[in-house]
C-alpha cells in the first residue's frame, strides 16, 4: 500500500506548531492513554484560537490494511448522510502503521 497523509487545512498550522508533521510524528507523538491488542490511544494538545485543544487519536501497528485510513473514510461517509460525527483531523499510513485523528 502506498503511504498517505493527510491534515484537515483548519488543524495544519496547530499540530505543525505542535511537532506533528509526518506519518512518524504521529505514530511516536502524544500521550499514550490506552494500549489494546495492536491499537493506541493517545492524546495530543494544541492550541487553537489561543486555546488548548485536546485531540483524540488511535494508533495501529503495521498490518496488511491500513485501518486508521478506513476509519477516515468511514465517518466521512457517515457525515455525507447528515449524520453527526467528530470532525476528522488527521489520518495517515506508512510501513510503520496507520493514524486517525
Do not use: C
Not at 466521512?76 to 502503521?97: C, F, K, M, Q, W
Amino acid at each position: 500500500m502506498t503511504p498517505y497523509f493527510w491534515i484537515h487545512p483548519e488543524f495544519m498550522g496547530p499540530l505543525e506548531a505542535a511537532g506533528f508533521t509526518s506519518n512518524a510524528d504521529f505514530m511516536l507523538g502524544g500521550q499514550n492513554v490506552r494500549t489494546l491488542g495492536g491499537k493506541v490511544n493517545a492524546i495530543i494538545h494544541v492550541q487553537m484560537n489561543g486555546k488548548k485543544t485536546t485531540l483524540y487519536m488511535k494508533r495501529h501497528g503495521p498490518s496488511s490494511t491500513a485501518p486508521g485510513i478506513e476509519e477516515k473514510i468511514n465517518t466521512e461517509r457517515v457525515g455525507d448522510l447528515g449524520i453527526h460525527v467528530p470532525t476528522v483531523v488527521a489520518a495517515g499510513y506508512s510501513r510503520e502503521g496507520s493514524f486517525f485523528v
